[in-house]
């Protein structure tokens, strides 16, 4: 009872000394239930709409795939006749054909992309009574005839549109123009989808190339008539040949879907709340490791007066908890404002999400606080221990914290047989032949080196900032000394704050070094083999309009065709596999110049020819020569010839198989040659210019395609990269905000802790500017100290990884110095603004507080 | 009594006014009202140049807030403070900081000295931080002077606290400041130890010309002093000239007993 009481006074009576660690706490809950709320507020989203949009029950052909199109581009049909025979079915009220595709973009007359954009799909179908169970049409009518469009409202808004604009649609069948007619808003929220109505008739027309077909079948129960038995009866009508769902399945089958998304985002995001509560760690273990140290002497009194070590170590502990439950409760609260925020974000980013979904289940608190509290106590754990053993002899000793001990030997051994031991495995990484098995040591050494760096880091201290000092702090006179001296005073301290720096910083350097080396192995390569003047690409598959506009753009030497087939390959050996080949022009040889380690390139795009990559050949003893057997999936079966074996030591295309487009269509029929993915084009000599600004404007009516010329696809890569750089660097923020909050509380403990000493220099003639000098420097020594060890690690890992990745084509190691100098020069900063508060609590305190005999 | 005012003696160092520190109607009173409480109350007092002044007084008789106030570490209620010809009350931190680094030295009872800095470094603290080069000859004399040749270099856990003492004595003499400070300088230490500080105290004064001021409870470290001042309740209430520590300890026994019937 009385360690109860013990813990709870002295929890009170520190709070403020407390306040940072419970922050660190509150920052790491609230971004891990922030999570939780935000995906499962996501799935309510989406299981509402996948709800209301679902038909009793639905049919489809069998293998499509709902929100993926077939390598054709046009969607895979159901012949228009299943209507009737399931309509006859037993227990069937009504049914309904429906066409639906979203491989298409829709454009306004401006030629500007109305379509979904942050990945959500664009949808064109037909307009049916289905649809009135999650839609309502809120101005003008459904479509009615082939000019006639009606289009989602949360599009509308977004891009201004109104009754009676024009809007294209653009599908791989052709373009349809057509004027809004009507406007129809969900009832439900719709995250992001933009969807345009036709008529059936055009909707079969325009999207599937033909009436008499749709995508898929509709059909509403009567009443009292269950799903299930619909399913039945229907399947019976039909057939076994076609998929046949209930709304729960279909719902079901959607939601997992989007379900798979998320989760990826959710343990993404868990993934760098994890970082951040490793960060606190450190924290949490220095205030309590501080507080004990402060507290010597009175756990000593406790210990004389006859607590056991036990009751001393729970009080700690009971402390802990009180943090723990304080933090974490907080946190959860502040999770919800976080997925709110998070949701407003995406909201600004085209997504349409409304809080009214808001879910917070009951798990996510549960799970928020468990996790908080129990890292909390772990983290005190150790102190805790420290605190018990303190011998009752320390309340006799003389006032002031001892130096607590130097770090030992057994830490050394420990941190450096760590060290070593991850060293080797990135060392094995670095050097492995196998992707697989380099990835796990590359894991297995990162968690060791990083690990053996936290254990061995209050040694470095000593040496690092030692260095850092004879560099930086030469210049600061008696201050800087007195700002080293302090810094080294405590290795254990300096080494665990800025450890919690160096845990962040280690892999915003690990992946800036992957990131750039990314940039540099691409753009070498590029420059190595790409011969073609310009790519054009985008986010549909090019559809024929498009490819007839570039065809006839002028100023081209020629445009290389380029398409991915799905096909089952059998090899000499009679191995088998679905990787398909790839189909495109002879001038594909020029427009990408891939070394061969065996014949020649050219004649592989000869009819009835095909060239292998190196991996392949050498896995299967394919020499040229060799036949291989390619079944085209909706065609024939080929015997080709391999003409060339293609080096795979390379990033673009590597292990591709090509024949060449003449032979795809002896064994392709015309209703089954997919639509290319990528375009290449040559510009005639000297006209470069010009047939690029022509291309452009060729390729303008189709905002879909990106034309680009080498620089540009250059700059693309770079900025992509850059950009997912950047999102991950803003996840990291968290960590390196926790590790900030760590030496802010190091700093200020140490203040609190150096009271008397600051009164002394404060009596004998310290300015406070000297003062707040001191400590400014002493943070930027921990900072630098923790960002020197971060990138140092952090290099190391990236260094490896390309190693690894060299073996996927990751060629060149570009080590980014401006970024790591950055980050170096930045971490000085951060250690300025660290101290800001410390160091003005410093100069504001007491002098004759201080020296004052008690 | 309420006030003492010394006679100037000879043997000041020239150019300089015979009195290094001097108190005009001093009042420290902390608090308002109902628990408003005067530490010091219209305290007169000058502090002879070239003299080892002690400070004598019970507990609570405002004798360390004197010292402070004379200092420069704490402000006063009103009144004025004059360190030679510069008034102190009124002045900003700054320059009251100033003022404490380039002319003032302290000598507390503990914690002294930094424990990141040796021996030497604390020493020679006051003026680094003044970014000020100390005066080898002057710092080598100090040095020797309190005997802490060999020990420059240790730091201060190495050190006993008499040699921990001897090293405050030395930084507070090495700037040679105008006026020199102690809080109970041999409050912590054993008899021994205490005699041999106050020795050095003793003896820069008489040999360096050094000023010295000294807070103490204790009547043989009070015995070292050319003067005692006795302070109760805020007043100064008797001085003494070239006291004895027989003389000084009766003296105290006799406020005691005073203290005690009225």
């Not at chain 1, 949360?154 to 052709?174: F, N, V, Y």
């Not at chain 1, 280690?506 to 800036?512: D, I």
């Not at chain 1, 003062?771 to 060890?789: C, D, K, Q, T």
């Not at chain 2, 108190?23 to 007092?45: C, F, I, N, P, W």
Request: with cysteine.
């Amino acid at each position: 009872m009385t360690v109860l009481k013990t813990s709870l006074r002295n929890f009170f009576a520190h709070k403020g000394r407390m306040a940072l660690s419970a922050v660190a706490v509150l920052l790491s809950v609230a971004f891990v239930s922030g999570t939780l709320v935000f995906t499962d507020t996501m799935n309510t989203t989406f299981d509402k709409l996948f709800a209301s949009t679902s038909s009793d029950v639905t049919v489809t052909p069998k293998g499509a795939k709902d929100g993926e199109t077939p390598q054709s581009g046009v969607p895979q049909s159901l012949p228009a006749s299943l209507l009737e025979r399931a309509r006859s079915a037993e227990g069937v009220k009504s049914a309904e054909g429906g066409v639906s595709s979203t491989s298409v973009t829709v454009v306004d007359s401006g030629n500007d992309n109305v379509g979904a954009s942050s990945g959500a799909p664009t949808i064109a179908g037909n307009w049916t009574k289905n649809e009135l169970k999650s839609m309502e049409i809120t101005s003008g009518h459904a479509p009615r005839g082939p000019t006639e469009v009606m289009v989602d409202a949360d599009t509308a808004d977004k891009h201004g549109l109104e009754l009676g604009d024009e809007l294209r649609t653009i599908a791989q069948t052709g373009d349809i123009k057509a004027r809004i007619v009507g406007i129809a808003a969900f009832k439900v929220t719709n995250p992001g989808a933009a969807i345009v109505y036709f008529d059936t008739a055009t909707a079969q027309r325009e999207l599937l190339g033909g009436t008499g077909r749709y995508t898929h079948i509709l059909v509403t129960a009567a009443a009292g008539v269950s799903d299930a038995q619909v399913k039945e009866n229907v399947t019976r009508a039909l057939g076994g040949t076609y998929k046949i769902k209930t709304a729960a399945e279909t719902a079901d089958e959607n939601r997992k879907e989007v379900g798979e998304f998320l989760d990826v985002i959710k343990y993404a995001m868990l993934g760098f709340a994890g970082i951040a509560f490793l960060v606190g760690i450190f924290l949490i273990i220095n205030t309590f490791s501080m507080l004990v140290a402060q507290r010597t002497r009175e756990i000593g009194l406790m210990r004389a007066i006859g607590s056991s070590r036990r009751q001393v170590n729970r009080s700690v502990l009971v402390e802990a908890l009180f943090l723990g439950v304080v933090g974490s409760v907080l946190g959860v609260a502040a999770g919800v404002g976080i997925a709110i925020g998070l949701m407003k974000v995406m909201t600004a980013a085209g997504m349409n999400l409304s809080t009214d979904d808001l879910t917070v289940k009951a798990t996510t608190p549960v799970a928020g606080v468990i996790l908080g509290v129990v890292v909390t106590v772990l983290a005190a754990y150790l102190p805790a221990r420290r605190a018990g053993k303190i011998s009752p002899m320390a309340a006799l000793r003389d006032a002031g914290t001892p130096a607590d001990g130097k770090a030992g030997r057994i830490r050394a051994v420990a941190g450096l047989v760590l060290t070593g031991a991850g060293a080797l495995a990135l060392y094995t990484a670095g050097t492995a032949d196998q992707a697989g098995d380099g990835a796990l040591m590359l894991g297995v050494g990162v968690v060791l080196s990083l690990i053996g760096f936290v254990v061995v880091g209050p040694l470095l201290a000593g040496g690092v900032v030692r260095v850092i000092g004879a560099v930086l702090l030469r210049a600061f006179g008696p201050v800087g000394r007195m700002a080293e001296r302090n810094a080294l005073r405590n290795p254990r301290r300096t080494g665990a704050t800025g450890a919690a720096l160096m845990i962040g910083l280690a892999l915003v350097a690990c992946l800036s070094v992957v990131g750039s080396s990314m940039v540099a192995s691409a753009t070498g390569e590029l420059d190595k083999s790409v011969g073609a003047d310009f790519i054009v690409q985008g986010s549909q598959r090019i559809v024929p309009q498009a490819e007839r506009a570039m065809q006839k753009s002028p100023g081209l030497e020629h445009v290389t065709r380029y398409k991915m087939l799905d096909a089952t390959l059998t090899s000499p050996d009679g191995a088998k596999d679905d990787d398909g080949v790839t189909a495109a022009d002879p001038t594909y040889a020029e427009d990408l110049r891939r070394p061969t380690t065996a014949g020649s390139l050219a004649d592989a795009y000869s009819t009835d020819a095909m060239s292998v990559g190196s991996d392949y050949a050498d896995k299967h003893g394919v020499r040229v020569g060799d036949t291989v057997t390619v079944a085209f999936e909706g065609g024939k079966t080929a015997k080709l010839k391999v003409a060339a074996i293609t080096d795979d030591d390379t990033a673009i295309d590597q292990g591709a198989r090509y024949i060449s487009i003449t032979t795809m269509q002896k064994y392709l029929p015309a209703d089954r040659i997919p639509p290319n993915t990528i375009l290449f084009a040559k510009a005639r000599d000297g006209q470069e210019k010009q047939a690029y600004a022509a291309l452009k404007q060729a390729l303008d009516p189709y905002p879909q395609y990106q034309v680009r010329d080498q620089t540009d696809y250059k700059q693309e890569l770079k900025d992509q990269i850059g950009q997912l750089l950047n999102l991950v660097y803003g996840l990291l923020a968290l960590a390196i905000i926790v590790a900030v909050l760590g030496v802010v509380n190091t700093l200020a403990l140490s203040v609190v802790e150096r009271t008397r000493e600051i009164g002394l220099m404060r009596a004998i003639g310290l300015s406070r500017r000297q003062l707040r000098r001191m400590i400014r420097l002493e943070s930027v020594v921990i900072a630098l100290f923790g960002a020197l060890l971060g990138l140092g690690l952090g290099m190391g890992w990236g260094t490896t990884a390309q190693k690894l990745l060299a073996l996927e084509g990751l060629n060149v190691l570009d080590i980014p110095w401006p970024t790591i100098i950055g980050v170096f020069v930045g971490s000085a900063f951060v250690g300025l603004f660290a101290a800001l508060i410390p160091a003005f609590r410093a100069g504001r305190m007491n002098v004759l507080n201080a020296i004052a005999t008690e | 009594m309420t006030s003492a005012v010394t006679i100037p003696r000879h043997g000041s160092t020239g150019g300089r006014t015979a009195v290094a520190a001097r108190a005009r109607q001093v009042v420290k009173a902390y608090g308002a009202g109902e628990t408003r409480v005067v530490a010091l109350d219209h305290v007169d007092v000058d502090i002879a140049r070239g003299q080892f002044t002690a400070i004598m007084g019970p507990s609570g008789s405002g004798k360390s807030t004197l010292m402070h106030c004379l200092a420069g570490l704490d402000t006063v209620t009103s009144g004025h403070i004059h360190l030679d010809e510069t008034e102190i009350t009124g002045l900003k931190d700054k320059k009251l900081t100033q003022l404490r680094r380039d002319r003032i030295g302290f000598i507390f009872q503990a914690f002294n000295l930094l424990p990141t800095l040796n021996a030497l470094e604390n020493i020679t603290l006051p003026m680094d931080i003044a970014g000020r080069k100390p005066d080898r000859e002057w710092l080598a004399r100090v040095v020797d002077t309190v005997g802490l040749a060999g020990r420059l270099k240790h730091r201060p856990t190495q050190l006993s606290g008499g040699q921990q003492q001897r090293v405050a004595v030395a930084r507070a003499l090495a700037a040679r400041p105008e006026i020199i400070f102690g809080d109970e300088p041999t409050g912590n230490l054993d008899s021994r130890a205490g005699a041999e500080v106050l020795g050095f105290l003793r003896r820069s004064v008489d040999e360096l010309g050094q000023t010295i001021v000294m807070v103490t409870h204790d009547p043989v470290a009070a015995s070292y002093a050319d003067r005692v001042l006795y302070l109760a309740d805020g007043r100064i209430v008797d001085e003494m000239y070239q006291p004895t520590a027989e003389q000084v300890l009766d003296r105290m026994k006799d406020f005691d007993a005073r203290g005690r019937t009225s």
